[in-house]
């Protein structure tokens, strides 16, 4: 016993140092619901089905510091995707994260995969904080020529993110890794935002390069940049936003595409409850007036805490478009009407 004691002693003693100078956490999320929606096939149809990533995208992840001396850590981050109706990956093994850098006082440096400067800004301003049923903040319905949205990762990136007081800027470069051509394929990301005596103020660009068009010697360029602005006062918050979208093509006789997303949203929160309206509207352009959709979203949530780390919620959401052009509530699914209206109810717990 005395031995056991002993050996018990000398591992926690090792355990206690190593945790000193690394810390690795395992985390994530799970998060399903079931959802109603209609019109939701060519046949006018209506369905219920279980959803994962209700109110977030359903993740797991490793992360990790190591504590280099004089201010100075490495850290890395390795996320993945869980279709949690299924069970499959969602993606690639880590779709969602895949890095490794150095931190101090000069901010993070970052090498591999992961969100863009402008995802993390921007997702800090949607009401909704950018739930997949139902938020347009980084990519509208997928309906229409293009979803007017933003890159939400870069692979092959160099990330840098630094803060001063209540700011926060950073930028973002994703290699092209086209030979003989660095431009091809290259996308850009940078920001700022402050926060501070209940005020938060964002803005940011990003620049998506395609590759060259033989026939023409151009290529597609996507931009997009957005401006934010958010305050909180006791128990409520307000929240305004919008994205300016283009996209220039690089074949010929090609017309650009343009349209510019605003959203906003008040949130009341009194613990257990948090409750939540939002709207979001995509302003179609370039496009002849008979399919100018111009589709807009009203959305509803409520949210109550069961732990710290465990949530229920409900969301509702009606979208509509102009001019009898199809619209959906997702990014992701096509609609086959001119509305569509869905209700998710669902579970989330964090670890």
């Known amino acids: 016993m005395k031995k056991s004691a002993l050996a018990l002693a000398v591992l926690a003693a090792l355990s206690l140092n190593a945790s000193a100078q690394t810390n690795v956490q ?15 096939a060519a046949n ?15 993740r797991w992840g490793f992360r990790g510091t ?25 993606g690639n093994l880590f779709k969602r994260q895949a890095n490794v850098g150095l931190e101090g006082d000069f901010g993070r440096v970052i090498i591999g995969r992961s969100f863009t400067t402008t995802y993390d800004l921007v997702i800090k301003f949607d009401p909704m904080g950018f739930a997949p049923n139902y938020s347009w903040a980084t990519s509208g319905n997928a309906t229409g020529p293009s979803k007017y949205g933003m890159t939400t990762a870069f692979d092959n990136l160099i990330k840098y993110t630094g803060h001063t007081g209540g700011f926060t800027y950073g930028a973002t470069v994703g290699m092209g890794e086209q030979a003989g051509n660095s431009s091809d394929g290259r996308k850009y990301a940078v920001g700022g935002s402050w926060f501070g005596s209940g005020l938060g103020l964002m803005a ?10 033989v026939a023409t010697g151009n290529r597609d360029k996507t931009t997009a940049f957005h401006l934010g602005a ?30 510019d ?29 008979a399919k100018d959709a111009d589709p807009t979203m ?12 465990v949530w229920l919620y409900a969301s509702v959401a009606h979208a509509k478009a102009d001019h009898g052009q ?4 997702s990014r992701d699914d096509p609609g086959f009407a001119s509305t569509q209206t869905g209700i998710t109810t669902g579970i989330q717990y964090r670890f």
Do not use: C
């Open 26 to 40: 395992v985390y994530g999320l799970v998060d399903a619901g079931v959802e109603y929606v209609n019109h939701a």
């Open 44 to 58: 006018d149809g209506s369905v219920v089905r279980v959803v994962s990533g209700g109110k977030n995208t359903s």
């Open 66 to 90: 190591e504590d280099l001396g004089g201010g100075l850590k490495a850290v890395f981050n390795l996320e993945g995707g869980i279709l949690l109706d299924t069970g499959a990956q969602d």
């Open 204 to 213: 940011s660009y990003e620049q998506i390069n395609g590759n060259t068009v």
């Open 230 to 259: 958010t305050y909180k006062q006791g128990p409520l918050q307000y929240t305004a936003a919008m994205r300016g979208y283009k996209l220039q093509s690089g074949k010929a006789a090609t017309p650009d595409v343009e349209g």
């Open 261 to 289: 997303t605003y959203w906003g949203g008040v949130t009341y929160a009194v613990y257990p409850w948090t409750l939540t309206g939002a709207v979001y509207h995509i302003d179609t352009k370039n496009l002849s007036s």
């Open 298 to 309: 009203l959305v509803a949530r409520a949210m109550y805490s069961l732990s710290k780390r």
């Open 326 to 329: 199809l619209v959906g509530l």
